[in-house]
């Protein structure tokens, strides 16, 4: 069996011929050992070789509420339910779990809401053995902190030496362990887990790998429990027995004809502070609208222009601060005056099509998106969101297409911090 098998066959990963063969070059010359057949008998013999041969396909990479709307939405559902009673702590699962930036957040985000740690259990599990001892470290470098909301790091973490540690108190909510989702032992435990976070790993797998992936989570998730996708999977599971909920940009799910008590309204986004009064939550953007909905048509409002001065970055800023808010029109304009003073801004067209998407105007965000990448061709969301996009319109070649080159992009984007090895979006 060739490398690139055995490794799809642990993975689950479609890599490319390339991909394994920098990674197996890179262990040739680590053993050191020159006979390429030589190294195939050695993988075929050496469980300790197939797992280093693993660890430079396997790269996990996230950071601290990544997409924090998921976290808003788990905690708001974790809240409600404990608030119902319960007999026992409700269980969260994260997979894969990278160097435990997601199940870290998960824990930062039920304290700060005031969930007591012994309502909850939190496990972790990733196929990396080196991403588990990061994560059990508790220690990150300022690449796991992103964004301008990094409050929660004065509060939770303590500088040391350039790093950040996680305190203790976090640290010991969250249970790490070796784990591959598509072992059939993983999913061992019927309904155990509340809520899972499987987030940007399908995406990687094909066809098969998927329907098995996604059978093993239904089996662990509880009949009326919660599961969070990246938005580009979305589809996948619900051809697969779930059903998308209505939870803005969180792209939660349950299982198809489950009917969890879901609320109507949900609370803004927020970092790991208490959230303030609900704001009515607006349709999920991934879900295709129903067949008997009619058509939005109501024209954007533009906003009268702004002053010469105002620069295009602070323009693309405010129309990004708007889109988060759930002011669709409002980052209309904004896009619209950034593309009257630069016509090639990719995320504006990025940004209208998020907007059309909302309101339902798949045509129209379609186009925006396919103008991005016309401009910007890594544009990993708009790709990804094309993707998406194709797969509800049932092509699933153009489908399959755009999720293998945002798999190159992303892969190429990280590239520079392990000699161009490939990255799984594990989060």
Known sequence: MKA?????????????????????????????????????????TSAHELSALTELVVVPESWMFRDAEAFVAATAFIVRRLKAGGARPLRILSVPCAGGEEPYSMAMSLHSAGVASADVAIDAV????????RARAGRYTRNAFRGRHLDFRERF???????????????????????NILDPAFCSRPGYYDVIFCRNLLIYFDDPTVATAIASLSRLLAGDGILFAGYAEVPAFCRNGFAALRAPGAF????????????????????????????????????????????????????APVAATTAPADLLA?????????????????????????????DAYFILGMVSECEQKMDAAGHYWRRCVYLKPDHYDALCHLALLAEQSGDRTQAAAFKQRAARVYQRSKGSDRDSAPRKDAR
């Open 157 to 179: 973490f303590t500088a040391v030496d350039a790093e950040y540690q996680i305190c203790d108190e976090i640290r010991g909510q969250v249970s790490f362990s070796h784990a």
């Open 4 to 44: 690139r098998d055995r490794l799809q066959q642990v993975t689950g990963l479609n890599l490319t011929e390339t991909v394994v063969g920098r990674a197996v070059e890179r262990r040739m010359q680590a053993l050191p050992l020159a006979d390429a057949l030589a190294y195939e008998r050695l993988l075929a």
């Open 126 to 133: 990733d196929l990396s053995q080196v991403a588990l001892a």
């Open 252 to 303: 939660a799910l349950e299982k198809a004809g489950a009917g969890a008590a879901w609320p109507a309204r949900l609370p803004a986004r927020q970092h790991v502070r208490p959230a303030p009064p609900a704001r009515p939550a607006r349709p999920l953007a991934s879900a295709p609208p129903p067949a008997s909905a009619a058509p939005v048509t109501r024209p954007l409002r533009v906003s």
């Open 318 to 346: 405010r129309a990004r601060r708007q889109s988060d808010l759930g002011d669709m029109q409002g980052a209309a304009a904004a896009c619209r005056e950034l593309l009257a003073a630069d016509p090639d801004s990719a």
